[in-house]
């Protein structure tokens, strides 16, 4: 049964941005009716263990994993935390370059979802290369493309005029006439502004 992704952002208190351009609107739910669904509308004080939980719900809707694709990538950085100046950096950076959302950033797709349904139908070109894994992880200098054949697609219609009101993180950088995007290198925890605490995604795991 499909979630309502309007009812995950009210329900964990926070805009998560998963239905694209309606979450701009006037008709976002979460600005409508900004406390949980059901008949309560106040919040209760979470315990330690409900604050933990809730920051990894955050993190695994923000970037539209399921839940062992998410505790796979946690179970990695804390394998390596100790070893590395920055684990939460590592984990964020992991995160921030799938294939799927470098779509997402560079404006190719409205939401991480839809970015992720794009990749898998075979509209993007790694390196000149069609990769159809949303998982697929770039690197430093990795280009990503839109495919010659895909842009007459319908769902890419108007992405010329979409991209170029994009505003691009610094990490990431786009040639409008080649419809071609490039990871210029890793991004910062501060450029990503994940929705929750890493910290309390760590806590929850390590239990």
Excluded at 12 to 36: D, H, M, N, Q, T
Excluded at 71 to 80: D, F, I, P, S
Aim: one cysteine or more.
């Amino acid at each position: 049964m499909k979630k309502n992704k309007c009812k995950i952002c009210r329900r964990l208190g926070v805009k998560l941005f998963l239905k694209g351009e309606r979450c701009f609107s006037p008709k976002c739910a979460f600005i409508k009716r900004p406390y949980p669904p059901g008949k309560r509308k106040r919040r209760r004080a979470p315990s330690t263990f409900g604050m933990e939980l809730r920051a990894k719900q955050k993190f695994k809707n923000w970037y539209n994993l399921k839940e062992y694709q998410f505790k796979n990538y946690v179970k990695k950085v804390l394998e390596k935390r100790g070893k590395v100046a920055n684990a939460s950096e590592l984990l964020i950076g992991m995160l921030e370059r799938r294939l799927d959302n470098v779509i997402f950033r560079l404006g190719f797709a409205s939401s991480r979802s839809q970015a992720r349904q794009l990749v898998k139908h075979g509209h993007f070109l790694v390196n000149d290369k069609k990769v159809d894994i949303p998982s697929y992880q770039l690197k430093k200098g990795d280009r990503v493309s839109l495919a010659p054949k895909s842009k007459k697609k319908i769902v890419f219609r108007d992405i010329e005029s979409k991209l170029k009101k994009e505003e691009l993180l610094p990490w990431l950088s786009l040639d409008l006439k080649k419809f071609e995007g490039k990871v210029l290198r890793a991004p910062t925890f501060e450029e990503a502004a994940p929705p929750a605490e890493v910290s309390a995604v760590f806590e929850f795991y390590s239990k």
